[in-house]
């Protein structure tokens, strides 16, 4: 066992440690001490993680501890802490568990009365979020944008009367597809911020209505490319109080498809509780 005397704490500890996003010099000395000094890093990627360590100069044994293998490794890690270790965690960048294994790991530590004490550092979420513009009192992580488009649409539809601002992690190779279904159920002129390759060579914070930042990313190959973060900008009310739901519209639209417009919108208030002639009203004036 390692001698914790270098350690802020004697007991064996589960230390959660943020790793740099893309700049290596936004790592912490407590974070490179903690690295240095406990029994064990558990890390995402190990390969990943051992040039980080190379680098510092970080000779420490490593673990992997990734999605595939979490719940079945995470009680060898809890009794190798039991047993007197102190181990970090890490993930392949930013803070562990932001979208990151680790969660069965600490539920485990914790439940086992095993220390756990977390590292303030680098996260994509907040730092995207601090340069954007947009709105930070009130704000919501989403994680991934799902897969495929109809769950993606089912996600804009739920947070798209959310008045918070919404931050969501996308791959490259989605983005277009991602940003066409948001642009579907969103509107053109909802304010998006598309955050890429934050702290690195090729950094771009660019915010604009979304119709336009659609038409900004297809244009341009070079803002499909890398780490990505998408916020936007919470629901502002039009001083119309009674405006529908684009939800509730969106829902009365497809119907007139194979009802007539009255059954239609007489189903649609009784779905969503609403006065079938306000629908009606609103079929007329913005339907063929």
Not at 118 to 133: K, M, R
Not at 161 to 169: D, L, M, N, V, W
Request: aromatic residues 6%; negative net charge.
């Amino acid at each position: 066992m390692t001698d914790n005397k270098t350690l802020p704490t004697e007991i064996p500890t589960l230390y959660i440690v943020p790793t740099p996003i893309g700049n290596l010099g936004d790592i912490t000395q407590r974070a490179l001490d903690v690295l240095s000094n406990v029994d064990l890093i558990a890390a995402e990627d190990t390969r990943h993680t051992g040039k980080l360590l190379s680098h510092f100069g970080i000779q420490t044994k490593t673990f992997a501890l990734h999605d595939h293998n979490e719940q079945q490794k995470a009680q060898v890690l809890v009794e190798k802490l039991k047993a007197g270790n102190s181990i970090a965690l890490v993930s392949d960048a930013g803070t562990p568990l932001i979208s990151d294994p680790g969660y069965h790991l600490v539920t485990q530590c914790r439940q086992a009365g095993v220390k756990v004490v977390p590292l303030p550092g680098a996260c994509a979420v907040v730092t995207a979020l601090s340069a954007s513009g947009l709105p930070s009192d009130r704000f919501s992580f989403e994680g991934f944008l799902p897969a495929k488009s109809k769950g993606r649409k089912d996600k804009f539809l739920e947070i798209a009367k959310a008045e918070r601002t919404c931050i969501f992690y996308e791959s490259p190779h989605r983005i277009l597809d991602s940003l066409a279904d948001m642009l579907e159920i969103l509107g053109p002129d909802r304010e998006v911020v598309l955050a890429r390759e934050l702290t690195k060579t090729f950094e771009t914070i660019q915010g604009m209505p979304l119709g336009e930042l659609v038409e900004w990313v297809s244009s341009d190959e070079n803002q499909q490319k890398g780490e990505m973060a998408l916020l936007i900008h919470g629901y502002r009310a039009n001083n119309d109080d009674n405006a529908l739901p684009d939800e509730v519209t969106r829902t009365l639209s497809i119907m007139t498809k194979e009802l007539p417009l009255k059954k239609a919108a007489a189903l649609t208030a009784e779905i969503y509780n609403l006065k079938k002639n306000a629908l009606y009203k609103w079929g007329l004036e913005n339907l063929d």
